[in-house]
């Protein structure tokens, strides 16, 4: 049974940067798209940025400042999350996509992770 496990959130003040980790289990991730979503308080969970065999895509709210990658051999993706502001403070979540479409579409695959909470402040 395909598990995902968020981990790397934290604290960081305005500027700084953190790195995520979606571990799988139970999968291989081997060339699946994924993505990587987050929810802010009283906000909808939405699409942030996801891989497949295509060019990674980035919302708007954090390109040029977040990059998406993957470690096929830990069954790992990485969110790596550089420049940091407030509005970015959310709990963030991975999960699979379904294949064939492109990753944006943002339709899942299973079930979510428990997350990890990414709080920006000074």
């Known amino acids: 049974q395909l598990q995902f496990v968020e981990s790397g959130g934290g604290l960081v003040q305005p500027g700084g940067s953190l790195r995520l980790s979606c571990a799988a289990s139970g999968f291989s991730l081997d060339n699946y798209p994924i993505g990587w979503f987050r929810q802010a308080p009283g906000k909808e969970r939405e699409g942030i940025s996801c891989?497949?065999?295509?060019?990674?895509y980035y919302a708007d709210s954090v390109k040029g400042r977040f990059t998406i990658s993957r470690d096929n051999a830990k069954n790992t993706v990485y969110l790596q999350m550089n420049s940091l502001e407030p509005e970015d403070t959310a709990t963030y979540y991975c999960?699979?996509?379904?294949?064939?479409?492109?990753?944006?579409?943002?339709?899942?695959?299973?079930?979510w992770g428990q997350g990890t909470q990414v709080t920006v402040s000074s």
């Open positions: 891989i497949s065999n295509s060019a990674p």
């Open positions: 999960a699979l996509l379904k294949p064939g479409y492109v990753c944006y579409s943002w339709w899942i695959v299973g079930s």
